[in-house]
């Protein structure tokens, strides 16, 4: 790998790329945060908070909600990052002069 994150031999990306990654990453990570809030309110913070709730229920509520907002957190992370990836492999492949990946393995040829 080159110092731009990139492989060897795919060249240096620009700035207007590098910026796209930017604001992708950015983008998964406060909709990651705020849909694993949203959950755990849903779980622990709201009933908590409306039947006044204490003791060992409170606490189990805590940590399950807990539990399923770091997995909320993750998944969300992990697909809003993956749709990114999906999209940006398909334009660079559409880009004139840069060659496109075989549709098979093995193919090098985009007849073939």
């Keep these: 790998m080159d ?27 406060v909709s990651a945060v705020a849909a ?15 039947f006044d709730l204490s003791g060992g229920v ?5 940590a399950v909600g807990g539990a399923l907002a770091a997995t909320v957190f993750v998944a969300r992370l992990v697909t809003v990052l993956w749709r990114f990836t999906r999209r940006w492999r398909a334009r660079r492949a559409a880009l004139p002069g840069l060659p496109a990946q075989p549709s098979q393995p093995g193919r090098t040829r985009p007849d073939s």
């Design 3 to 29: 110092d731009m994150g990139g492989t060897v031999g795919q060249g240096r990306r620009s700035q207007a790329e590098r910026d796209a990654i930017t604001v992708e990453i950015g983008y998964a990570l």
């Design 36 to 50: 694993a809030a949203l959950v755990f309110m849903a779980v622990a913070g709201g009933p908590i908070l409306v």
């Design 58 to 62: 409170a606490t189990t509520l805590t």
